[in-house]
């Protein structure tokens, strides 16, 4: 072949939220050796509007990927108000009483990668919920402990953990960390338009305070505007709001009622009459938010609602309403503009998706970087395909929650479970569920799931959802499954007699800090 390539050297991601600066810090880290031979990257970001500066709620990912591009676990947890978590308390999501609630941890269950212990704990349970059966978690995070003591390493582990963050924070700190350390240009400028060249390809962005950016590569990370990927390019909207019902959020920031005050190591999210609330501490404070359908309560009543969660210390607290649009761009990666983020699309905060696909995505990016512009339409079909399976396969566990309910109380709870609104894939999965239960190698093997088979057994069989197991299937393993099972006990006692209180940890890492990896 012959003819002029055209290098893709310069990358221009517009935005500067969460997903702007982690994208950024993620194509920069890997590819820091290009650098010098004219590799770029830089953030154009709006002096004037706002970041969203909600989405507290991270997964374990984040830990590699701030390790990956050289953050200070320490230095990120001290300046980002940030608290540990170890996954979600949910409660009244299946019959909506005071004792309605299951773990999804994020430990996997005992001895998972040996032995499916579904069947065995279907059999014999002894009262004792699959999450505590299978993994010490639970207890951990009711008995308010940390994951992990002084003395363990930063972005080590003793038992699985995520964080839950302030937002507002998160973005100012990787600012400063890609711009400083990882060679990352910051221009403060408001995009005013998108110009094209001849062949479709963005060329520029115009900007009112620094001119025309030209780049090779652009990624949308303006959030909801999604300037580039929609407005310029038009790609369309797929809506998801006839099986994700939720469209609006309420949220506040409640104060400890003192500085002793215990946190939280899970989000908890409670079922409300049209929606769910998410409960979030982080050291300084709590973030609370409800996240119902409009279609099913109005706002008024919302409030009240979220009102009456806060209790009396969150009386005059001021709440900001968030429109939620449900659903994904019909494609992620347009002639040679990618949109990550909010602009790529949004569901529902219920199991904190929304940064662990940022992570994917960019992950993706700098990884298959095409080289030049010849090559990147067939990157961009491999970074398409990828991220439709992970939004569809997202919905498909988000709608799990909602359909395993049993509660029948309001019109939001019934129209729920209605077959029309559960996606063909996953009625199909649950068919397959009644006969046997989800394990790792079940068909979780396409990319890098978001969420793995163990989350499913968490969330089916938390809920109460039923496997029929044939008592001589049980046979082969059933004294592996008990020491499994034995072993799980013995480990909850051991991690609840060695884990320091969360609050604890939290207050010795801002004094001493953890030992650098
Ligand atoms: C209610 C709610 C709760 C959430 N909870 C969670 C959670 O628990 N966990 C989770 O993972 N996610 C959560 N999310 C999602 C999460 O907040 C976002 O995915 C994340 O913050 C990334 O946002 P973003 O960077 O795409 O957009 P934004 O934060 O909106 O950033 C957009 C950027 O684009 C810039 N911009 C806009 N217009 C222009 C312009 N004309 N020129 C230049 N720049 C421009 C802005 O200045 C800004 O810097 C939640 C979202 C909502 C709505």
């Keep these: 072949m012959t003819g002029m390539v055209r290098p893709v050297r310069k990358i221009v991601i517009v935005g500067g939220g969460t997903a702007g600066w982690l994208t950024a810090g993620i194509i920069a880290a890997k590819h820091r050796s ?23 709620g991270t997964w374990p990912t984040l830990r590699g990927t701030l390790a990956r591009i050289g953050v200070s676990e320490t230095e990120f947890l001290r300046s980002c108000d940030v608290a540990f978590k170890q996954g979600a308390r949910f409660a009244r999501w299946t019959t909506g009483t005071e004792d309605d609630a299951y773990y999804h941890p994020l430990m996997v269950p005992q001895a998972f990668s040996q032995i499916n212990l579904v069947p065995h704990w279907l059999a014999k349970n002894n009262g004792r919920s699959f999450c505590d059966s299978v993994c010490p978690q639970g207890r951990v995070c009711d008995d308010g402990l940390a994951p992990k003591t002084i003395t363990t390493a930063e972005f080590d582990a003793v038992a699985n953990y995520a964080y839950h ?35 479709g390809d963005i060329s520029s962005v115009d900007t009112e305070q620094a ?8 990624i949308d990370c303006t959030g909801f505007k999604a300037l580039l990927i929609g407005d310029a390019l038009g790609v369309p909207f797929k809506e998801c709001g006839d099986v994700l019902f939720c469209d609006t959020a309420l949220a506040a920031q409640l104060p400890y009622p003192n500085q002793m005050h215990p946190i939280a190591s899970m989000t908890i999210a409670t079922a409300q009459s049209s929606g769910w609330i998410w409960d ?17 309560i109005s706002e008024d009543k919302a409030e009240r609602e979220l009102r009456a969660y ?45 940064i662990v696909l940022i992570e994917l995505s960019a992950k993706l990016i700098a990884q298959q970087m095409p080289v030049c512009r010849e090559v990147m339409d067939i990157v961009a079909a491999r970074f398409n395909a990828a991220t439709l399976y992970r939004w569809g396969r997202i919905i498909d566990f988000l709608k799990l929650h909602y359909v395993l309910t049993k509660r029948r109380d309001t019109a ?3 129209d729920n479970v209605l077959p029309e609104t559960i996606p063909v894939r996953l009625q199909e999965l ?60 013995v480990h909850s006692e051991r991690l609840c007699a060695g884990l320091p209180r969360h609050r604890d940890l939290i207050r010795r890492i801002s004094e001493q800090g953890l030992q650098p990896v």
């Excluded at 109460?464 to 006990?489: H, N, Q, S």
Aim: glycine share 8%.
């Design 430 to 489: 649950l068919l397959l569920w009644r006969h046997q239960p989800p394990w790792f190698h079940d068909e979780f093997d396409r990319v890098e799931e978001v969420f793995p088979a163990a989350s499913y057994q968490y969330v089916l069989y938390g809920m109460g959802f039923r496997t029929a197991i044939e008592p001589a299937a049980l046979a082969g393993d059933a004294k592996a499954a008990e020491r499994a099972m034995r072993e799980t006990v």
């Design 280 to 296: 979030i501490g982080l050291p300084t404070r709590r973030g609370i938010g409800y996240v119902f359908s409009k279609r099913h």
């Design 211 to 218: 001119g025309d950016i030209e780049g090779d590569l652009f």
């Design 310 to 354: 806060l209790g009396p210390n969150g009386r005059n607290l001021s709440v900001r309403k968030i429109n939620i649009r449900s659903g994904h761009r019909e494609t992620f990666w347009k002639r040679n503009c990618v949109a990550v983020g909010l602009a790529a699309g949004f569901l529902e905060p219920l199991e904190a998706s929304a």
């Design 165 to 199: 963050l302030d937002a507002v924070k998160f973005a100012a700190f990787l600012r400063e960390h890609c711009c400083e350390k990882l060679g990352v240009q910051h221009v403060l400028a408001d995009v005013r338009c998108t110009n094209l060249r001849e062949d």
């Design 34 to 56: 290009r650098m010098s031979a004219g590799f770029s990257v830089t953030v154009v970001e709006s002096p004037t509007t706002p970041i969203i500066g909600v989405g507290e």
């Design 412 to 414: 939001f709870w019934r």
